[in-house]
């Protein structure tokens, strides 16, 4: 992608961006664009937004997951290893892999 120069539109910076589409998204976004009565523009930034913001959630899940755990821990008062951090081969894999076998 290559961004050209800032133009200033509804009151928002925005960026100039060339894109290269894939020709049946192309045709996705037209049809979308004239289904919805809405500029292709309008159309592609809905869709970037829309698929940004689930990409993003996607990402954290995994944290959101490993916290969950973490207050489940907490709650039950679970303890680990306190050397889990040196030990973590063993502890994985089942093998101390500093070790020759």
Do not use: C
């Amino acid at each position: 992608m290559t961004t050209y120069y800032t133009t200033y539109y509804n009151l928002f910076e925005m960026f100039k961006t060339y894109l290269y589409l894939p020709e049946n998204l192309e045709e996705k976004i037209k049809y979308t664009s004239a289904a919805q009565k809405k500029s292709k523009a309008e159309v592609m930034r809905q869709a970037l937004e829309k698929g940004i913001a689930d990409l993003q959630r996607e990402g954290s899940a995994s944290a959101q997951t490993l916290l969950k755990l973490a207050e489940l821990g907490k709650k039950h008062k679970l303890r680990g290893p306190k050397n889990s951090s040196v030990r973590m081969n063993e502890l994985l894999w089942g093998k101390d892999w500093n070790k020759d076998e």
